[in-house]
């Protein structure tokens, strides 16, 4: 079971602090270091000193950095458009000698479009679905040759498709709960489909579901990474678990029936179910972004016992 850190910046988190968990993510032995792509916080975080941009932290990243992945869980499909954001990923990979992952999603924050000026449509799935066939389609074509596509939301006319990524395929992530559309799109586009926030039973259904959809279109059902997404919340005993729990407004019994909360042990048995459901990697979102010891604790007593 890979396990990789994942950041939630918008609720209060400067370039220095990511830098500082990335740092420790890979001093720490971890598989990557993934964040959010939002622009306001939520809950009754105050975002302070405000939002930091993912594709930009995630350059500067590229260059302090040296083994670890990096990435978003998700890209926001709203912020930016495909062609543009091509260029922005591969740039990202190029500067970070090849190790950038590529998670797209539909966005879905209506508040943090109103707040800065960004068009929310109403039809953000099929928009959704033009940019991964452009932004894969751009990174496939030839050197040499152009790229040209032709649909409902965007048209593009004998691109240059340039520049490329330093790794011959950027693995593309696609996520969520959706029992149709998504499996499907995670089928045709996806190296890695990631489930948000779930229980162990609903993402063996919806991994079920994906594994169809890739059979169904002609691929391995082992051709996907599968993976989740949740809180992590450990602590030595129960004082330091309650402790680490206030820091980010939560309660303990809820952290540990929706997240991976407890002692090591405890963590460690949740992961497992997790595994038998059908996932090789896990996210933990860590939301106190001050506390590194927090990852120390992880790498140490947690990581070390999965296989």
């Known amino acids: 079971m890979d396990l990789r850190i994942f950041t939630e910046p918008q609720q209060g988190a400067d370039y220095d602090t990511l830098l500082a968990v990335a740092r420790a993510t890979e001093d720490l032995g971890f598989d990557a270091f993934f964040r959010s792509d939002h622009y306001l916080p939520m809950g009754d975080a105050d975002g302070l000193p405000g939002p930091t941009d993912a594709w930009i932290t995630l350059a500067g ?152 959809a890739t059979v169904e279109h002609g691929r391995k059902a082992d051709d996907l990474v599968y993976s989740n997404a949740l809180v992590a919340c450990v602590g030595r005993d129960d004082a330091e678990v309650a402790r680490r729990a206030r820091a980010i407004g939560r309660e303990v019994t809820e952290l540990k029936e929706n997240g991976l909360a407890g002692s090591p042990a405890e963590v460690v048995d949740r992961i497992g179910r997790y595994q038998e459901a059908g996932a090789s990697r896990m996210y933990l979102q860590i939301l106190d972004l001050s506390d590194l010891d927090h990852l120390e604790l992880i790498s140490d007593q947690v990581q070390s016992r999965l296989v």
Do not use: C
């Open 61 to 212: 990243l590229a260059r302090e950095t040296s083994r670890i992945r990096l990435g978003t869980l998700m890209t926001a499909g709203t912020f930016r458009l495909p062609g543009p954001l091509a260029i922005q990923v591969a740039q990202v990979d190029a500067m970070s000698g090849g190790r950038v992952e590529f998670g797209l999603g539909a966005g879905w924050f209506e508040e943090e479009h109103t707040a800065y000026g960004i068009p929310f449509p109403a039809a953000k799935f099929g928009r959704l679905e033009e940019q991964l066939a452009i932004v894969t389609g751009l990174w496939g074509t030839p050197a040499g040759e152009t790229f040209s596509f032709a649909g409902e939301h965007y048209t593009l006319t004998d691109s240059p498709a340039l520049p490329k990524p330093a790794q011959s395929r950027v693995p593309v992530l696609v996520g969520g709960m959706g029992p149709v559309r998504t499996p499907r799109l995670a089928a045709q586009y996806a190296d890695e489909f990631n489930i948000p926030f779930a229980s162990a039973e609903d993402s063996a259904r919806q991994i079920e579901r994906v594994r169809d």
